[in-house]
């Protein structure tokens, strides 16, 4: 948009630019910069209008964008032209991804180099590398607490395995996934060192306060991210006797987005990163990013500000790059992570769908999909070029944040609700088959969160433990249900590593005092290559669930009408077991998928006059995708086996 304003400042600015930036060939810089100026002036001005220093800053955060795109690399560039003129290319169901952690998958960066063929025989073109940055050890919240936003934490390798590691994956045509932890950083980054020599300008990179009085005012109405272990929302730092912000840990520091210096500080480490080749940016704690009395200090309006900024910048230098915004949070509130504009995202391409993850464990709690139905149906409609994260499990927690409006509509009290579901995956639960942990337990509300690997929580591990085959067929079939409906939800699906070979709980976490108090480790492992070879003996667990999932991968990424183009109609059946909803291909006219998932121990059956749907269907028409056969039917009722799900289709040409 030209406005006259902005842009005479913008031409000021431009003369202004450091020769050394000025005389190169910024041919593509210019055109997008003047194409977002006006977004990117009329935020910065919002945010920071009111400081007498703000041209300067402007100058400084248009520099910034100037030199990160000269140092971009040449086929980055390439990419980044090719991606604008197929804009949707990240809508289309080829993507499928998995999140690991380095050490864990490979031991380092190159051993995850030296298995990028396992993951293209799975079918994975989308990996998502869990933190790598240099972080303090035995203080480092598994990766989040960044001592160095540019260097990579030696034991996993150095930013040439990083840079090597990404021109392989584009030779792949794989996508590199790395996460900025933009919310805060250790008590150990230069930054927070200086501030405790006592440097003003870095004391106000943080929240830091003389005494109590402004911390308290904050702390009637924050809330505790931790409380079991960490308390409060300020540490006192003896070596400046100052208080600082301390939302997450004791040792992580808020950063202070009031201040410009902060925002382009960091704009400039996420184009660092975008530099190193990283497709897509996974954003940390986004919803904590603006601070302010009086509130929850969570998914304020200005926090959305600071995304639109860091999403218009980046769109100059790297518009090929895409981010994840990190918000768990409630539905309403995370839809508003994809920015308010009607089609485009305007803050974050791609968010974790939270909610479908929890609401699936709720339907494998109890056997039926009553709150899952209405849960779905609760969750707004996304933005036309945004996309999901759907996933089964993470290295992180499972919450049961649920809307306790939805549980009540599903026929349960939320608080009795949740408490079987932490007896359930925790084994409390009489009749059980799940071996999960809590997780930051709150003893004062009974509150809890659920930790475990996804084949301890399905029931594998007590299945292998009792050496009872029936019990083992059913909770494969129930994690390959689960992935299924991931995969052809609407969104992008995304895989735990270790989870395609089965991978039970790991307990020595306990051996180590560093973790020990973290049950979240025991669902981050060290990948057993001589388990994953057993993915070759036909029969076994390993390999029944490897070839399932690499089979569906395969149909999913075939199947036009899993594409994410808000082409998803939920169904009802009547049947509280099952669930399902008819995925449209958005090009056709034809060519639909019925997805129908039984959560229940029992067939269960449907009958086309039970779907609500406004198309008809004829199930003696139907075949299966995944399989390639017909379903079972019984009188024209289809019959859906226990713990199974099928995806169904009148195309004839499958």
């Known amino acids: 948009m030209y406005e006259q304003v902005s842009h005479s400042l913008l031409n000021r600015i431009l003369d202004e630019l450091k020769p050394e930036i000025r005389k190169r060939d910024l041919r593509h810089f210019y055109t997008r910069l003047g194409a977002n100026f006006y977004a990117i002036h009329s935020l910065f001005h919002y945010l920071y209008g009111n400081r007498d220093d703000f041209d300067e800053q402007l100058l400084r955060l248009v520099e910034v964008m100037a030199r990160?795109?000269?140092?971009?690399?040449?086929?980055?560039?390439?990419?980044?032209?090719?991606?604008?003129?197929?804009?949707?290319?990240?809508?289309?169901?080829?993507?499928?991804?998995?999140?690991?952690?380095?050490?864990?998958?490979?031991?380092?960066?190159?051993?995850?180099?030296?298995?990028?063929?396992?993951?293209?025989?799975?079918?994975?073109?989308?990996?998502?590398?869990m933190p790598i940055l240099k972080c303090p050890q035995?203080?480092?919240d598994g990766g989040y607490a960044?001592?160095?936003?540019?260097?990579?934490?030696?034991?996993?390798?150095?930013?040439?395995?990083i840079r090597t590691l990404a021109e392989q994956m584009r030779l792949r045509n794989m996508l590199l996934t790395l996460d900025v932890v933009v919310n805060h950083t250790s008590d150990e980054h230069a930054w927070a060192q200086r501030a405790r020599q006592g440097e003003q300008k870095y004391q106000d990179y943080y929240y830091v306060f003389d005494d109590r009085k402004v911390p308290d005012l904050f702390e009637e109405t924050m809330p505790e991210v931790f409380p079991e272990t960490s308390p409060g929302n300020f540490t006192l730092d003896e070596a400046m006797n100052k208080w600082v912000m301390t939302v997450f840990n004791h040792y992580q520091w808020d950063l202070n987005y009031t201040n410009p210096a902060v925002f382009i500080e960091m704009l400039d480490i996420i184009l660092f990163w975008a530099n190193q080749g990283a497709d897509i940016l996974r954003l940390d704690a986004v919803a904590f990013l603006w601070k302010k009395i009086g509130t929850t200090s969570q998914n304020e309006r200005e926090a959305h500000l600071i995304l639109q900024l860091f999403k218009d910048c980046c769109q100059v230098t790297a518009p090929g790059v895409l981010f994840i915004a990190e918000a768990i949070v409630a539905p309403v509130e995370l839809t508003k992570y994809f920015g308010e504009d009607a089609v485009i995202a305007k803050e974050c391409e791609i968010a974790y769908n939270a909610t479908f993850m929890a609401l699936l464990w709720d339907a494998v709690a109890t056997r039926n999909a009553r709150l899952l139905n209405q849960g779905i149906q609760s969750l707004p409609d996304k933005l036309d070029r945004a996309t999901w994260l759907n996933y089964v499990r993470c290295h992180d927690d499972i919450g049961l944040g649920f809307d306790d409006r939805d549980i009540a509509r599903a026929g349960y009290s939320p608080l009795a609700h949740r408490r079987f579901l932490v007896d359930y995956f925790t084994g409390a639960y009489d009749d059980s088959p799940a071996r999960g942990k809590p997780f930051a337990q709150n003893e004062k509300t009974g509150d809890a969160r659920i930790a475990g690997s996804l084949a301890s929580l399905a029931g594998l591990e007590a299945a292998l433990e009792q050496n009872d085959e029936t019990l083992i067929r059913q909770s494969i079939d129930l994690i390959l249900t689960l992935h299924a409906m991931i995969m052809s939800f609407g969104g992008i699906p995304l895989l735990y590593y270790g989870d395609e070979i089965g991978t039970l709980n790991d307990r020595s976490y306990l051996d180590d005092p560093t973790k020990a108090s973290d049950s979240r480790w025991m669902h981050r492992p060290r990948i057993d290559w001589d388990k994953a070879a057993l993915r070759s003996d036909r029969g076994s667990p390993e390999q029944r669930i490897f070839d399932g999932l690499k089979r569906m991968i395969s149909v999913r990424k075939s199947t036009p009408a899993f594409a994410d183009f808000n082409n998803r109609?939920?169904?009802?059946?009547?049947?509280?077991?099952?669930?399902?909803?008819?995925?449209?291909?958005?090009?056709?006219?034809?060519?639909?998928?019925?997805?129908?998932?039984?959560?229940d121990a029992e067939p269960q059956a449907l009958t086309p006059a039970e779907l609500s749907s406004r198309r008809r269907f004829e199930f003696g028409g139907l075949h299966d995708l995944y399989s390639g056969a017909s379903p079972d039917l019984a009188t024209d009722r289809l019959v859906v086996p226990p713990f199974g799900f099928y995806w169904l289709s009148d195309h004839a040409g499958r």
């Open 68 to 129: 990160q795109y000269l140092e971009r690399d040449k086929n980055l560039k390439a990419s980044d032209i090719a991606r604008e003129r197929d804009h949707n290319w990240f809508l289309n169901p080829e993507w499928v991804g998995m999140a690991l952690y380095s050490d864990g998958f490979a031991g380092d960066l190159e051993g995850l180099r030296e298995n990028l063929g396992y993951l293209q025989d799975l079918g994975v073109n989308l990996v998502h590398v």
């Open 138 to 140: 035995g203080a480092s």
């Open 146 to 161: 960044v001592s160095d936003f540019r260097d990579v934490d030696a034991r996993v390798g150095s930013l040439d395995d």
């Open 569 to 599: 109609e939920l169904l009802e059946t009547g049947n509280p077991h099952l669930f399902a909803f008819l995925r449209r291909n958005p090009m056709l006219q034809q060519d639909d998928v019925l997805v129908v998932a039984n959560f």
